[in-house]
C-alpha cells in the first residue's frame, strides 16, 4: 500500500503546516543567495535592493581583476585565491590521511573509547570560532616562528577533521568485519585486506569528507582572519578587505562563481554517497 507524503487528515491542516514549513527552510537558505545574486548583476554602484537596472558589468570586473593587477590590493585576487587552493589542498591530504585510519580504529575498536574519541573531535564544531581563531593565534604567537601557509592551514585542519571523520566513520560501519577476516584467509595479510578490502568499500565517504574539506576549508573567514598575514591571505579575507568600508560589488559576482562551484560539489556529495563512490 502506498502512504501519501503529506498525509491530508484533519482537513489538509497537516499537510499546509508541513508545506509551510518547508517553504519557510528553503527561504531562509537560498533568500541570501538569491540576494547576492540579483545584486551581482545591478548596473549601479549603490546597495540598494533591488536594483534599478541590470548589466554584467561587475561580471566583467571580476575578469579584468583576474587578468591585470589591482593596485588598491596589497595581494592580488590571484594569489588569494591560490593560497586558499593551497591551503584547501593540504587540508584536505591531511585530514583524510589522519581520518581514514582513525575512522577504522574507531570502527572496530571499543564503544566506550570511540564515544570519547568522536567527542573530542566534535569539539571544533560547539567551540565558538571566534574563540577558536584567537586560541590559534595565542599559539602561533608564542612559538616565534615563520609559519608561513602552515599558520593558516593548520587550524583549518582541525576544524574540517569532524566533517571528514563522520564521512570516513560512516562508510566504515557499513564494512563487515567478515570481509577483512575473509581476506586474512585467503591468505593476505592484515594490512593487505585492509588496503584491498576496507579502503575500496570508503571509497564515498573518502571522497565525500575530501569534497567537505575543499568547501569548508577554501570558504573558511573566522579563523583565518586572526591567522592571516599581509603576505598570506586567502581569498575570503581579500573579498572582505574590498568590502569593509564600503560594498564592492565585483565582490557579489566573484560570490557568484564561488556559490556555484560550491553547489556543483554538494551534488558531487550526493551523487557519491548515492553512488557509492561513482562520480558519473
Same mark, same amino acid.
Given at each position: 500500500?502506498?502512504?501519501?507524503? &503529506?498525509?491530508?487528515?484533519?482537513?489538509?491542516?497537516?499537510?499546509?503546516?508541513?508545506?509551510?514549513?518547508?517553504?519557510?527552510?528553503?527561504?531562509?537558505?537560498?533568500?541570501? =543567495?538569491?540576494?547576492?545574486?540579483?545584486?551581482?548583476?545591478?548596473?549601479?554602484?549603490?546597495?540598494?535592493? %533591488?536594483?534599478?537596472?541590470?548589466?554584467?558589468?561587475?561580471?566583467?570586473?571580476?575578469?579584468?581583476?583576474?587578468?591585470?593587477?589591482?593596485?588598491?590590493?596589497?595581494?592580488?585576487?590571484?594569489?588569494?585565491?591560490?593560497?586558499? &587552493? =593551497?591551503?584547501?589542498?593540504?587540508?584536505?591530504?591531511?585530514?583524510?590521511?589522519? /581520518?581514514? *585510519?582513525?575512522?577504522?580504529?574507531?570502527?572496530?575498536?571499543?564503544?566506550?573509547?570511540?564515544?570519547?574519541?568522536?567527542?573530542?573531535?566534535?569539539? %571544533?564544531? =560547539?567551540? *565558538?570560532?571566534?574563540?577558536?581563531?584567537?586560541?590559534?593565534?595565542?599559539?602561533?604567537?608564542?612559538?616565534?616562528?615563520?609559519?608561513? !601557509?602552515?599558520?593558516? $592551514?593548520?587550524?583549518?585542519?582541525?576544524? =574540517?577533521?569532524?566533517?571528514?571523520?563522520?564521512? /570516513?566513520?560512516?562508510?566504515?560501519?557499513?564494512?563487515?568485519?567478515?570481509?577483512?577476516? $575473509? $581476506?586474512?584467509?585467503?591468505?593476505?595479510? *592484515?594490512?593487505?585486506?585492509?588496503?584491498?578490502?576496507?579502503?575500496?568499500?570508503?571509497?564515498?565517504? !573518502?571522497? $565525500?569528507?575530501?569534497?567537505?574539506?575543499?568547501?569548508?576549508?577554501?570558504?573558511?573567514?573566522? !579563523?583565518?582572519?586572526?591567522?592571516?598575514? !599581509?603576505?598570506?591571505?586567502?581569498?575570503?579575507?581579500?573579498?572582505?578587505?574590498?568590502?569593509?568600508?564600503?560594498?564592492?560589488?565585483?565582490?557579489?559576482?566573484?560570490?557568484?562563481?564561488?556559490?556555484?562551484?560550491?553547489?556543483?560539489?554538494?551534488?558531487?556529495?550526493?551523487?557519491?554517497?548515492?553512488?557509492?563512490?561513482?562520480?558519473?
Amino acid at each position: 500500500m502506498r502512504v501519501a507524503l &503529506l498525509p491530508t487528515e484533519h482537513g489538509g491542516s497537516y499537510r499546509f503546516v508541513m508545506l509551510a514549513l518547508a517553504v519557510v527552510g528553503i527561504l531562509v537558505s537560498a533568500l541570501p =543567495v538569491l540576494v547576492v545574486t540579483i545584486m551581482s548583476f545591478s548596473a549601479t554602484d549603490t546597495s540598494g535592493f %533591488p536594483p534599478s537596472s541590470y548589466s554584467l558589468r561587475w561580471y566583467g570586473d571580476v575578469l579584468q581583476l583576474f587578468t591585470s593587477d589591482d593596485p588598491s590590493s596589497a595581494q592580488s585576487v590571484v594569489d588569494s585565491t591560490i593560497t586558499s &587552493l =593551497v591551503v584547501a589542498t593540504i587540508v584536505m591530504v591531511i585530514s583524510t590521511g589522519v /581520518c581514514i *585510519p582513525l575512522a577504522y580504529a574507531l570502527a572496530r575498536g571499543q564503544r566506550k573509547v570511540r564515544a570519547g574519541m568522536e567527542l573530542l573531535f566534535t569539539l %571544533p564544531l =560547539v567551540f *565558538p570560532l571566534v574563540m577558536l581563531g584567537i586560541a590559534f593565534l595565542l599559539i602561533a604567537e608564542s612559538l616565534a616562528l615563520e609559519l608561513g !601557509i602552515w599558520r593558516i $592551514a593548520i587550524p583549518h585542519v582541525a576544524l =574540517v577533521l569532524p566533517f571528514v571523520l563522520r564521512n /570516513c566513520l560512516s562508510a566504515m560501519n557499513g564494512i563487515s568485519v567478515e570481509l577483512e577476516e $575473509a $581476506a586474512i584467509s585467503l591468505g593476505a595479510s *592484515p594490512m593487505r585486506a585492509i588496503w584491498d578490502v576496507v579502503i575500496p568499500l570508503m571509497k564515498a565517504g !573518502i571522497l $565525500a569528507g575530501l569534497i567537505f574539506a575543499l568547501i569548508i576549508s577554501f570558504n573558511e573567514f573566522t !579563523i583565518t582572519f586572526f591567522m592571516y598575514t !599581509i603576505d598570506v591571505n586567502t581569498l575570503p579575507i581579500w573579498m572582505y578587505s574590498r568590502t569593509v568600508s564600503s560594498l564592492d560589488p565585483s565582490t557579489l559576482a566573484l560570490s557568484v562563481f564561488i556559490i556555484a562551484a560550491d553547489v556543483l560539489l554538494i551534488v558531487l556529495v550526493d551523487k557519491l554517497i548515492a553512488g557509492k563512490g561513482n562520480l558519473f
